[in-house]
């Protein structure tokens, strides 16, 4: 029995989109959404890499932005929403557990301070800033990197603390006020590492700049009873 052109057409159509909803590609943004929001789970801990899942973010919204305007074209909504939710969950724990950090890492009768306040002003001829000398012989506490000019890597009792991962894993002379010479009382001890450290202390300013094996000199100097 012949089939007439408009049946066959007719009984052809359903076939054609179903093939044509089954070759739809998968969306590279929605993807990308999901990679981020893996990759971002270390940013619970460590609050420097909190950039990915907010980065996430604002990839995922494209993504569903994208996918909403061509669900003929693309898939992969499904993904697009587990990193979504992925980046927000961690954006959201991770902030709020460096917060908590912030708020209880200082030991109870220290204040904190960081390299920025140790900084010379701008045009000025002394090489010492009025806000470190204030500091002279203040209980502080500190965050840095310990430089790798040091003789050993293992149970460090003395070293010097730079600002950044750019001179600690570089090594090299970073400026005098980005240098604090450490002396830890015993029994502490640190190992030399490209994780930062915390320390608090007495601290010590001297005009004088004092010779530092290694390195041109200091004028700042900690001793230490606390390092973690």
């Known amino acids: 029995m012949n089939t007439s052109p408009s049946e066959s057409h007719s009984?052809?159509?359903?076939?054609?989109?179903?093939?044509?909803?089954?070759?739809?590609?998968?969306?590279?943004?929605?993807?990308?959404?999901?990679?981020?929001?893996?990759?971002?789970i270390p940013a619970i801990l460590f609050s420097k890499l909190l950039f990915l899942p907010f980065m996430g973010l604002i990839i995922g919204t494209y993504a569903m932005l994208q996918l909403k305007r061509r669900s003929d074209e693309l898939k992969g909504s499904y993904t697009a929403k587990i990193g979504l939710l992925m980046c927000t969950s961690i954006l959201i724990t991770g902030t709020a557990y460096s917060s908590y950090v912030y708020a209880t890492e200082v030991p109870e009768g220290f204040s904190r301070i960081s390299f920025t306040e140790l900084q010379p002003n701008e045009g000025s001829p002394l090489p010492i800033p009025e806000d470190a000398?204030?500091?002279?012989?203040?209980?502080?506490?500190?965050?840095?990197?310990?430089?790798?000019?040091?003789?050993?890597?293992?149970?460090?009792?003395?070293?010097?603390?730079?600002?950044?991962?750019?001179?600690?894993?570089?090594?090299?002379?970073?400026?005098?006020?980005d240098m604090i010479e450490v002396t830890l009382k015993d029994p502490l001890r640190v190992n030399y590492s490209l994780s930062q450290v915390?320390?608090?202390?007495?601290?010590?300013?001297?005009p004088i700049k004092k010779s530092v094996s290694g390195l041109d000199g200091v004028y700042y100097q900690l001793d230490a009873e606390y390092a973690r």
């Open 133 to 177: 000398l204030s500091l002279d012989g203040k209980r502080i506490f500190v965050k840095g990197y310990v430089h790798p000019a040091v003789t050993r890597r293992k149970g460090i009792k003395q070293f010097v603390l730079v600002p950044d991962m750019g001179t600690c894993c570089f090594g090299g002379q970073p400026k005098l006020t």
């Open 11 to 40: 009984s052809s159509t359903p076939t054609n989109a179903s093939e044509y909803a089954q070759y739809r590609a998968i969306s590279m943004t929605a993807v990308t959404t999901a990679i981020i929001g893996i990759i971002s």
């Open 198 to 206: 915390k320390l608090a202390g007495t601290f010590k300013v001297s």
